[in-house]
């Protein structure tokens, strides 16, 4: 979705980040490098996700009442 702002952006002739800051959400790298700029983005960890996951599907003794996986911000240039 960020990427795709990004173009639209463009083509209504706004500047990133001049005029706008673009922040996109989970980090597919090989996207946000390409993208121009290249997208900042908030990055988690998605094989530690699918670890969380198989555990709290396959382990019935595991019941957290929430589960929070760390996140960090990746920054790039359109930001």
Do not use: C, K, N, W
Request: zero cysteines.
């Amino acid at each position: 979705m960020a990427a795709g702002a990004l173009d639209v952006l463009r083509e209504h002739g706004r500047r990133v980040p001049d005029d706008v800051a673009v922040v996109g959400f989970d980090d597919l790298t090989e996207i946000a490098e390409s993208t121009d700029p290249p997208l900042t983005t908030v990055h988690q960890d998605v094989a530690e996700m699918g670890r969380l996951l198989a555990r709290l599907l396959f382990d019935p003794a595991t019941e957290p009442a929430a589960v929070v996986v760390p996140t960090r911000l990746t920054v790039r240039a359109s930001a």
